[in-house]
């Protein structure tokens, strides 16, 4: 089989980000500041370093700022090119740049899974990048990179593609709260969990390990034939979990424990830590913050 490159990614973004209102009453979710930029152009910088070229954005009712967000803004650039104020200039067109995006609307909340068959027409018979953008993840190498390598990897020792899940292991009951695989080391890689099978939010001490799978995948076209054959699961929504289990009936799936740290941004405890750790990180802003930070009476 020819070796198949992962070029597209796909970014679930339809939800209507209840866990974080008032805030998400107007405002996609996905378009929430973290630091100096919305959290989906974390997920979509992440992508293209992993060498997608492709984005597509399946998005729903009330979204349109993201899209308005990746154009390009004439009248933005053409006001910053009067007043020579060059540097921001590039930093506005360098989003519009960044890939080639495609927007599909899913109709209806009926599940993740549901969310990633919204883009079956525009992944066509090729494997693919999921990423969640509430998931921001920090790392030397980006979590999307590292997952494309290790799936070109065991492309060319199996000879065959396998879907690959980013994971990391968690506390206690938290567990519940995610996908959980039931998996054993692989000897090919130390990054790398064989999957047994997974289940979506387990009930709190069934669970199979404390292997969570974080919003990341990679994932072989035939998930969208599984994704059409479940039935709805864990709170009545068609679980993209429930479709990577079915896949395992045909395929070997992986789970990848990633290098870096992931902030559940979408939470509001979580989005606050990954706004301070992000800030203090940032080149230009971190700093000033962190000196500012030091003065802070805690
Ligand atoms: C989704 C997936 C779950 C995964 C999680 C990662 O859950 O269904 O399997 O562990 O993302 O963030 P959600 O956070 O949408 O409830």
Redesign the pocket.
């Known amino acids: 089989m020819a070796h198949m490159k992962i070029r597209k990614a796909v970014f679930p973004a339809a939800g209507m980000g209840t866990r974080f209102l008032p805030a998400t009453k107007a405002t996609p979710k996905e378009m929430l500041c973290l630091v100096d930029k919305p959290l989906i152009q974390y997920g979509v910088e992440e992508a293209v370093a992993a060498g997608c070229t492709e984005i597509i954005i399946v998005t729903g009712r009330g979204k349109t700022t993201m899209e308005d967000h990746f154009d390009k803004s004439s009248e933005l650039e053409a006001s910053l090119a009067a007043k020579n104020k060059t540097a921001l200039l590039e930093i506005a067109r360098s989003v519009s740049k960044l890939a080639k995006i495609v927007y599909v609307r899913q109709p209806e909340a009926l599940g993740?899974g549901h969310a990633v068959l919204m883009a079956k027409e525009i992944v066509g018979n090729e494997p693919f990048a999921v990423l969640?953008p509430?998931?921001i993840v920090d790392a030397s190498t980006p979590c999307m990179k590292q997952m494309v390598e290790a799936f070109n990897e065991t492309q060319a020792s199996n000879g065959e593609m396998s879907s690959i899940l980013g994971s990391e292991v968690v506390e206690g009951d938290a567990i519940s709260?995610?996908?959980c695989l039931d998996c054993t080391p692989d000897t090919s890689n130390p990054r790398l969990l064989a999957v047994k099978t997974m289940v979506?939010k387990p009930a709190p001490g069934t669970q199979p390990s404390q292997n969570?799978?974080?919003?990341r995948y990679i994932l072989t076209p035939r998930i969208f034939e599984m994704i059409e054959g479940i039935t709805p699961g864990a709170g009545g929504e068609l679980?993209?979990?429930d479709a990577i289990k079915a896949l395992l009936q045909h395929e070997k799936v992986y789970g990848y424990s990633y290098e870096g740290k992931r902030h559940?941004a979408g939470d509001k405890q979580g989005f606050l830590r990954a706004t301070v750790e992000l800030a203090l990180k940032h080149d230009k802003l971190g700093p000033d913050f962190r000196a500012w930070l030091k003065t802070f009476p805690l």
């Open positions: 993740l969640l509430d998931d709260a995610y996908g979506e969570a799978i974080i919003g679980q993209l979990t559940d």
